[in-house]
């Protein structure tokens, strides 16, 4: 309401210093990237970019599957998101409106579940993951990701069904509508902004995956891009400029995605899902 109220010039000025102030990293990552080693490492970084080093940053990806380890990290992100969803919607409707022994202690439990640090968890998982067959498997990977992006996601579309009138699903089932049809057909699409955040949730957590990828996963073929990007950290020399310019291949996907759908997220995170 502030930012209306402004003048229309001072509203530009600040949209303007507010995009430069959160593209400036994004600008940073590519100035080094257009940098030359020795230039980084004697003489300092210049500020504007030097285009002509252009060739040179391609060339140094080349003998680099950055695209490989991006695919990896889609795939990963990808199942945890659906995986996380389907699973999601249906803990936070079962929360939401079927009543059960045990249904305060199963929302306790799925509380508590975030304040458990992954690192303490490593040890317990690569257990379990070498009895189930599931070391060096991205679909492990994914497993591991759900178990910490689920709860959040099942809280938020809980959240949104408690705001659905109870009547809306009282008139389908008057109408012979099956439980499963309402909640495919009505809820599902009523709460679809607070679906949205969940999505955005789950995404990020598997697009950030590095702890359980870096333990569990031996063969590089399989690394997520974080992986790929810290296997660069040499014990004498960091190639900086590569490094940054794979960081940036790796880091627009996310950011056009949450471009695309930050507006959803804001209405699921706030309104919920419907007016009542």
Known sequence: MLLRKTPALLRYVLIAILLVFSGFPIYWMLNTGLSAEAQLYNEGQSFWLQLGNLPAMIGSLSSVPVMHWLFNTFFIAA?????????????GYALSRLKFHGKGLIGFLLFTTQVVPEALLVVPLYS????????NSMFGLILANVGFALPVSAFII??????????????????????????????????????????VISFFSGWNEFLFASTFINDDDMWPASVGLASFIGQYDTPLSTVMTAALIFSIPAIVFFL????????????GSVKG
């Open 79 to 91: 199942g945890t998101t659906v995986l996380s969803l389907v699973l999601g919607a249906l803990l």
């Open 128 to 135: 379990m993951f070498i009895t189930m067959g599931l070391l």
């Open 158 to 199: 809980k959240g949104a069904i408690d705001q659905v009138p109870y009547e809306i699903e009282e008139s389908a089932a008057v109408d012979n509508c099956p439980r499963y049809g309402i909640f495919s057909t009505i809820i599902l699409p009523l709460i679809a902004p607070s679906l949205s955040a969940a999505a």
């Open 260 to 271: 695309i759908i930050q507006r959803r997220i804001v209405a699921g995170l706030t309104a």
